[in-house]
Structures are given as structure tokens and as C-alpha cells.
């Protein structure tokens, strides 16, 4: 089980930290994901851990703006996202997913358990 959590309403320039907290032990041999859903929008990739934190990946339009990390230990990921605009503005889904490809890592196919989401908003 996921619970995202962290999101919040925040000017344009501010920043958030998201969190997402697994139950259970398998958390450090999955690979972790946080997508993210505006209105009336498809769900898109933000970024990716893999599951010993060794490599991460990110969409274009938030390369040098976010950072994803995870704490094994703790069975938590987090998100922070730095330099926000109003086109960051959706519900942030974190996911989970065993041995995903790298072909198949920004696929929402690829990750099989979610989180409920939490919305961030962000005004300008």
C-alpha cells in the first residue's frame, strides 16, 4: 500500500515536498515512479527511482527543478519539486513496479501498485 501525501497550494517560484510511503517489505526491490494528472488531462510521467536509488530519470520540463530520492530504510520516496509553475499544477500519483524495463519506465502500464494521489496547486 502507497500514501502519497505533501501536496498543497503554492505561489509560482515556491516549492513542496511530496512523500510516499510504502507498507509491507518489499519497497527497496521495487523500482518507484511519481506521475502526475492535471484536468481534463492523460496521466504523464515526472520521474523515476530505481529501486536501490543508483539511477533516476526525470521528464523534460522538470529536469533541474525536481529531485526524486527514496529512503529504503524508512520505506519512503520523496518528490521535491523546486521553481514551480502553474503548469506543475495536478494530483501527484506515486507507483510502484518490480524489474520494469527502461523502455517501459515512463509507462504507466509498467506499475502495477498506486498511491491515492495528493493534489499540489500553484498560483501565479
Known amino acids: 500500500q502507497l500514501q502519497a501525501s505533501g501536496g498543497g497550494l503554492v505561489q509560482a517560484g515556491g516549492s513542496l515536498r511530496l512523500s510516499c510511503a510504502a507498507s509491507?517489505?518489499?519497497?527497496?526491490?521495487?523500482?518507484m515512479a511519481w506521475f502526475r494528472q492535471a484536468p481534463g488531462k492523460e496521466r504523464e510521467f515526472v520521474a523515476a527511482?530505481?529501486?536501490?536509488?543508483?539511477?533516476?530519470y526525470y521528464t523534460d520540463p522538470v529536469k533541474g527543478r525536481f529531485i526524486i530520492s527514496r529512503d529504503n530504510a524508512k520505506n519512503r520516496a520523496d518528490l521535491q519539486m523546486n521553481s514551480l509553475r502553474p503548469e506543475d499544477t495536478a494530483v501527484y500519483y506515486c507507483?510502484?513496479?518490480?524489474?520494469?524495463?527502461?523502455?517501459?519506465?515512463?509507462?504507466?502500464?509498467?506499475?502495477?501498485?498506486w498511491g491515492q494521489g495528493t493534489l499540489v496547486t500553484v498560483s501565479s
Open positions: 509491507g517489505d518489499t519497497f527497496s526491490r521495487l523500482d
Open positions: 527511482i530505481r529501486r536501490f536509488g543508483g539511477h533516476t
Open positions: 507507483a510502484v513496479g518490480s524489474g520494469i524495463i527502461l523502455s517501459a519506465l515512463r509507462s504507466t502500464d509498467a506499475y502495477p501498485y
